[in-house]
């Protein structure tokens, strides 16, 4: 089983227990979302140490506006282990944020990615229009795929994103019993586009926890029930839906 979207650097997880937890419960593959380049170190560090965890490179919508170093960027999406750009996106949630900035470093990160060679794994809260109106403007550079990581805009927008190239994933909040939404969203999303992430620490099918890799399981589950389909058959889906879309993976 395999978690797409995951953060672990300062986040206070016990290490080696955490992880042993992890495996222990069949989460073979763990890709950790950096939001800044800080931790993309952290994660690139501990990827080297761990078989079946891999990082991701990119600087999160939050921390839009300051600079940070492109040639530590290229550094770190060259590394055997990384195998995305991301979190990079929009984030429209709370009151004051400069939407311009946002747009630009999200914009700029599209190009570094395709300069790399990656796919993206893409943050996008509040900002349907924008984030949609801006991988259009930008589809040239979207070649090598992207996730819309955490997928929470209805089965309505799920054909806009996809025709751009999108594979979507879902985590614990499909668990929830008044996410409908996310659960539509899940039933309507086409098997070959789905993806398993946690986004732990946050969001935990279990309201109040902290969130692990470890509880892909029961995503995987709700997932599967929510497409009539045995648990096998999605994980399956799942594991060829992460080799196409994340070809650096040795899954
Ligand atoms: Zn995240």
Same mark, same amino acid.
């Given at each position: 089983?395999i978690?797409?979207?995951?953060?672990?650097?300062?986040?206070?997880?016990?290490?080696?227990?955490?992880?042993?937890? /992890?495996e222990? $419960?069949?989460?073979?593959?763990?890709i950790?979302a950096?939001?800044t380049?800080?931790?993309?170190?952290w994660?690139?560090e501990f990827?080297?140490t *761990?078989? &079946?965890?891999?990082?991701?490179? %990119?600087v999160h919508?939050?921390?839009?506006?300051? !600079?940070?170093s492109?040639?530590?960027f290229? $550094?770190? $999406? #060259?590394?055997?282990?990384?195998?995305?750009?991301g979190?990079i %996106?929009?984030?429209? *949630?709370? !009151? &004051?944020?400069d939407?311009e900035?946002?747009?630009?470093?999200? #914009?700029?990160?599209l190009?570094?990615?395709?300069r790399? %060679?990656l796919?993206v794994?893409?943050?996008?809260?509040?900002?349907c229009?924008d984030?949609?109106?801006?991988?259009?403007e930008?589809?040239a550079?979207?070649?090598?795929?992207?996730?819309?990581?955490c997928?929470s805009?209805?089965?309505e927008?799920?054909?806009a994103?996809?025709?751009?190239?999108?594979y979507?994933?879902?985590?614990g909040v499909v668990?929830?019993?008044?996410?409908?939404?996310?659960?539509?969203s899940?039933?309507?999303?086409?098997?070959g586009?789905?993806?398993?992430?946690?986004?732990?620490p946050y969001?935990s !099918?279990f309201?109040?926890?902290?969130?692990s !890799? #470890?509880n /892909?399981?029961? /995503?995987?589950q709700?997932?599967?029930?929510?497409?009539?389909?045995s $648990?096998e058959?999605t994980?399956r889906?799942v594991?060829?839906?992460?080799?196409?879309?994340?070809?650096?993976?040795?899954?």
């Amino acid at each position: 089983m395999i978690d797409v979207h995951a953060h672990f650097a300062e986040e206070g997880y016990e290490f080696p227990a955490e992880w042993e937890k /992890i495996e222990a $419960a069949g989460v073979g593959t763990v890709i950790l979302a950096a939001d800044t380049l800080a931790h993309a170190k952290w994660h690139a560090e501990f990827a080297k140490t *761990h078989n &079946g965890c891999y990082f991701t490179v %990119g600087v999160h919508p939050e921390f839009a506006g300051r !600079p940070f170093s492109e040639e530590e960027f290229f $550094a770190l $999406a #060259a590394e055997p282990k990384c195998v995305a750009v991301g979190e990079i %996106g929009l984030d429209y *949630h709370y !009151p &004051g944020i400069d939407k311009e900035a946002q747009r630009k470093l999200f #914009a700029a990160q599209l190009v570094l990615a395709d300069r790399a %060679g990656l796919p993206v794994q893409v943050h996008s809260r509040d900002a349907c229009a924008d984030t949609l109106a801006l991988l259009r403007e930008h589809r040239a550079l979207l070649s090598r795929g992207f996730l819309m990581h955490c997928y929470s805009y209805g089965a309505e927008n799920l054909s806009a994103f996809s025709e751009l190239g999108a594979y979507f994933s879902f985590g614990g909040v499909v668990c929830f019993k008044n996410a409908r939404r996310v659960a539509e969203s899940a039933e309507a999303c086409p098997l070959g586009r789905m993806l398993t992430e946690t986004d732990s620490p946050y969001l935990s !099918p279990f309201r109040g926890e902290k969130n692990s !890799p #470890a509880n /892909i399981p029961v /995503i995987l589950q709700k997932l599967a029930a929510v497409k009539n389909l045995s $648990a096998e058959e999605t994980e399956r889906a799942v594991s060829e839906n992460a080799a196409r879309l994340f070809p650096k993976l040795k899954l």
